[in-house]
C-alpha cells in the first residue's frame, strides 16, 4: 500500500506543473488527487519540520499561526504542549489538505485548533496579532513569498517568534559563516523543483535574516526518496521580531 500511495505522488509529481487561473487554482490541482497520501511520503522528503516545531519558546496562553500549514500535521510535533495554546490556526488555499487537516484536528480533539482557507499573503488573524507563526515548506510555493514574511511579521507581536523550514539554494557569494552550494546544485534544485512550482531562492534567508533577530539557525542537507541518494539544501530557521522602541 505505501508504495501504490508513492506511485501515485510520484506520478502527479512527474506531470507538468500544475496549471490554474491563479495560485489558489494551482495549488488544489497539484494536491486535490493527493491529499489522502500527503503525509506519508512527505515524511521522508520534508526534513527538519520537528525540529523547528518543537524550538519555538512556546508559552502557556500563546496563539500561533501555521500558514500554509496544509493538513496540520506540523502541529503534532508540538506535543503536549500544544494543549498549552490559547489557539493555533492552520492557514492554507487548498481545500483537499484542509479537509485532511480538519479530520486531523478532530481525531486528537485539539478543540483549540482550527484550519482556514486563506491566502498567507492577505491573512489577519481576527483577534489581532499572534505570538508565534511558522512556515514549513511554504515560502517556496507563495509567488509573493516576500509580501507573505511581511503580512507574518505585521500580524506578529513585537517580540514574538517567527519560525521557517525550506528548501533553498545560497548566493553565489553568501555572507560570511553561511553555507556556500556548488554551481551544480545552485543550477539543479531549483530547476528541478520549478516543475512542481516549488521556487528556491537565495534570498529567503538573507531576507528573514534582515527583519528577525535571529534565534537558531541551521543549514543542512535531506535525502530526497527515489532519486538515488541525492540529498536537497534545506534550512531551519527561527527569529524573533523586534521590539518597539520606545
Known amino acids: 500500500m505505501a508504495l501504490a500511495a508513492d506511485l501515485r505522488i510520484l506520478w502527479k509529481v512527474l506531470l507538468p506543473g500544475a496549471r490554474g487561473a491563479d495560485h489558489a487554482d494551482r495549488l488544489e490541482a497539484f494536491y486535490g488527487a493527493q491529499a489522502g497520501d500527503y503525509d506519508a511520503y512527505r515524511r521522508r522528503l520534508l526534513h527538519g519540520r520537528e525540529e523547528m516545531m518543537q524550538a519555538l519558546p ?5 496563539r ?31 481545500p483537499s489538505l484542509l479537509g485532511v487537516a480538519r479530520e486531523r484536528l478532530a481525531r486528537h480533539g485539539w478543540g483549540n485548533v482550527t ?9 489577519e488573524p481576527p483577534d489581532g496579532p499572534v505570538d508565534l507563526i511558522t512556515f514549513s515548506y511554504s515560502l517556496t510555493m507563495i509567488p509573493d513569498w516576500f509580501g507573505a514574511i511581511d503580512r507574518a511579521l505585521a500580524n506578529l507581536k513585537p517580540g514574538g517568534v517567527l519560525g521557517v ?56 542537507t535531506g535525502r530526497m526518496p527515489y532519486m538515488l541518494g541525492l540529498k536537497a ?13 520606545s
Not at 115 to 123: K, L, N
Open 233 to 245: 539544501p534545506y534550512y531551519i530557521f527561527v527569529g524573533r521580531k523586534p521590539l518597539k522602541r
Open 64 to 94: 500561533l499561526l501555521d500558514l500554509g500549514g496544509g493538513t496540520g500535521s506540523n502541529l503534532e510535533a508540538l506535543g503536549e504542549r500544544i494543549q498549552l495554546l490559547r489557539s493555533a490556526t492552520v492557514v492554507d488555499l487548498s
Open 58 to 62: 512556546l508559552r502557556a496562553g500563546d
Open 115 to 123: 484550519a482556514v482557507e486563506a491566502d498567507a499573503t492577505a491573512y
Open 165 to 220: 523550514v525550506d528548501f533553498y539554494i545560497s548566493r553565489k557569494w553568501p555572507t560570511a559563516g553561511m553555507r556556500r552550494h556548488s554551481r551544480f546544485q545552485r543550477t539543479l534544485w531549483p530547476a528541478l523543483f520549478s516543475w512542481d512550482n516549488v521556487f528556491l531562492s537565495p534570498d529567503h534567508l538573507p531576507f528573514l535574516q534582515a527583519r528577525c533577530e535571529t534565534l537558531k539557525l541551521e543549514e543542512r
